[in-house]
């Protein structure tokens, strides 16, 4: 047992509790004891505190009720962690990095970032993570298992952040911004690559033509260039694609199929990028603004037709 200040942490399975004799209960569902005998007027359990909390989370009862939100708890234990909210207290601190945490196992939990500790191993793949938490994620991978769906295209997901993320294609999110260039971008880490454009670092060389870039999706974009590789063809009309992928979009084009929908207005689209360009006109999304005047459109296409507006581009010429 890991005792810590108010937490008693579950060798087992990493589960913290309150305290020892919450931690006393849990560990009964690892051993091969009988279990406590939760019958009302059990006078036989040397813990009968911790038993009566204990039926309580068995019969569904919450008891203890936080008066400034109304928010219920199994247990008086959850009840007083979760008032430190209210309070702001953060008293358990860092001393890496001084980030400051509600709950001391929380900050024991942050502390593995910088000693780079992963104590909970996949059974399957020994992947290692610094949280029990993940490794139930994780095993999604394994299972194949995808709880969480899309209510727009119903593409599902094994993570609640994959989903969350992937709504913001079709809301047309886009809350990292490069503060050099207000180019902004719907997860961090592609902002972190965009950063590379600033910097004069460009260590992806092609080993054709010698021309460098700052990332290695850049560079293997331009290798196309080089090989005319496009092995994937259509039976149909003989069309060549590079990669597999669209072939099968194309496909679409002769079976008319079109399977993603809008639940707006069920007007239904090809491809998915199409689809999300088309649910931002219902929520009058338009995140893509000209850098000269400042107006704004729903995608890429539109914007690039209207700065010939300024540039003066006349790409078609009349015949």
Known sequence: MNIHTDVCQC???????????????????????????????????????????????LGGQKPYKCHLCDKEFSQSGYLDRHKKIHKGEKPHECPECHKAFTQSHNLQTHIRVHTGEKPFKCSVCQKAFRQWGHINSHMRVHTGQKPFKCNICEKAFCESGQLNRHKRLHMGDRPYKCHVCNKAFIQSCYLQRHMAVHTTDKPFVCCVSDKAFSCSESLNRHMKVHVDDKPFKCHICDKAFSQRGQLNVHMRVHTREKPYKCDVCDKAFIQLRNLQIHIRGHFGRKPLKCSVCDRAFSCSEHLSRHMRVHTGDKPYKKL
Do not use: W
Request: hydrophobic share 30%; charged share 20%; aromatic share 2%.
């Open 11 to 57: 060798t087992e399975c990493g589960q913290c509790c309150h305290n020892s004799d919450d931690l006393a209960v849990h560990m009964r569902s690892h051993s091969a004891d009988e279990p406590i005998d939760c019958a009302p007027g059990d006078e036989q359990s040397t813990v009968s505190f911790a038993v009566a909390e204990h039926c309580g989370i």
